[in-house]
């Protein structure tokens, strides 16, 4: 978390490099809003995302911020560590094998998102980050400023933050393999006015996003006459679409496919 708040606090010359909106062309993406032009509301921070998988949009080692490259590398290993244990663990929660979420490809997409948010003079009238789920599963350490919120029972409530601990989300995709054994978690962070920044280190794990032949949906393994399949099956592609076409959203690809 210190050599991203570095990299952020380096002067614009610096920064500007690396400034992109091509999130399909580029694998160290320094970027403000990353869904700006595709949504209503501009939210308050900066983020420089890097790509680590799959092989052929990992970014090279060179082109990732110097200041910040020994330990995001480090983080990498260990972060990927964590995201497999959960996967075992959510997988034997199911009743199936601890190999099954892994097999399906959880790890095979996997983006480490950096975000600063500055002091905001006045926090009521912007947030930090709009309400949304995630897609895959997410390893996310936040510092002590706070204003991660989940929604729990129609109400926001804070994950304060602890130090050394993770939060862990469970994206959309998880709920519709498990047929809502697992619920994705509708998540916002709101802006403060902290002289502190908030900063947040966010691993992201995902299917292959690219095939527009391979089929997710609830697992066969769960489905009974008592509890058919609550979803549709789909592609990764067809995912994608409703998640970055109309910038960040929950659940609205949940509702689509959902019988
Ligand atoms: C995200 C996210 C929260 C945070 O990047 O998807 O929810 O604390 N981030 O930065
Ligand atoms: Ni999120």
């Not at 921070?45 to 490259?69: C, F, N």
């Not at 509708?186 to 391979?214: C, G, M, Q, Y």
Request: contains cysteine; proline residues 5%.
């Amino acid at each position: 978390m210190n050599t991203i708040k570095a990299f952020h606090e380096q002067p614009h010359e610096a920064k500007s490099k690396l400034y992109t909106r091509a999130h399909d062309r580029e694998w160290v993406i320094y970027t403000s809003n990353y869904d700006l032009y595709r949504t209503n509301t501009a939210t308050w921070h900066d983020s420089l995302a890097v790509w680590l998988s799959p092989e052929k949009k990992r970014a090279g080692e060179k082109e990732i911020p110097e200041v910040y490259r020994k330990e995001l590398l480090a983080w990498d290993l260990h972060s990927e560590k964590v995201a497999e244990t959960l996967l075992e663990l959510l997988s034997e929660g199911l009743g199936l094998g601890a190999e099954k979420f892994k097999d399906l490809g959880f790890l095979v997409t996997k983006l480490i998102v950096g975000h600063y948010h500055p002091y905001c003079p006045q926090p009521d009238l912007t947030v930090g980050l709009t309400p949304h789920t995630d897609s895959g599963l997410t390893v996310l350490l936040q510092n002590q400023v706070g204003g991660l919120q989940v929604k729990h029972d129609d109400e926001w409530v804070d994950v304060e933050p602890i130090p050394g601990a993770l939060t862990i989300n469970i994206g959309d995709t998880i709920q519709i393999m498990s047929n809502d054994k697992y619920v994705s978690v509708e998540h916002r962070v709101l802006a403060k006015a902290s002289k502190e920044p908030r900063i947040s280190v966010v691993a992201f794990f995902n299917l292959e996003t690219e095939s527009d032949t391979n089929y997710f949906g609830p697992l066969p393994e769960l489905l009974t006459l008592d509890k058919p399949a609550l979803y549709r099956k789909f592609t990764m592609p067809e995912f994608q679409e409703g998640f970055y076409s109309k910038g960040l959203d929950s659940k609205s690809f949940i509702q689509k496919i959902r019988l």
